[in-house]
């Protein structure tokens, strides 16, 4: 089972940017897709972004136009780009692995948002 390790994530104020990263332990990396999920303190874990194998990407609608997510097969990794920072983004961001019916989480990566 692939594991995952995500990095990339801090304090930042509104408006500023981050960029999250996720390592995976496979170099069966590409036949996965790929997630970027959020929980915020008394609330359920929500999708941000996913990305399929071949590079098909969706996005919430809360984050579209200000996060991006990519995939570098290459690096066994995949990227959250995410600009134009809110309070309300603050919260854990897991990565997710997803292949059939098998799935991995990281640890996931603390983000706070100061207003």
């Known amino acids: 089972q692939v594991q995952l390790v995500e990095s990339g994530g801090g304090l930042v104020q509104t408006g500023g940017s981050l960029r999250l990263s996720c390592a995976a332990s496979?170099?069966?990396?590409?036949?996965?897709?790929m997630a970027w999920y959020r929980q915020a303190p008394g609330k359920q874990r929500e999708l941000v972004a996913a990305?399929?194998?071949?590079?098909?990407?969706n996005y919430a609608d809360s984050v579209k136009g200000r996060f991006t997510i990519s995939r570098d097969n290459a690096k066994n990794s995949v990227f959250l780009q995410m600009n134009s920072l809110k309070p309300e983004d603050t919260a854990v961001y897991y990565c997710?692995?997803?292949?059939?019916?098998?799935?991995?989480w990281g640890p996931g990566t603390q983000v706070t948002v100061s207003s």
């Open positions: 997710l692995a997803k292949l059939g019916h098998l799935s991995s």
């Open positions: 496979q170099s069966t990396f590409s036949n996965y897709a």
């Open positions: 990305v399929t194998r071949g590079g098909a990407t």
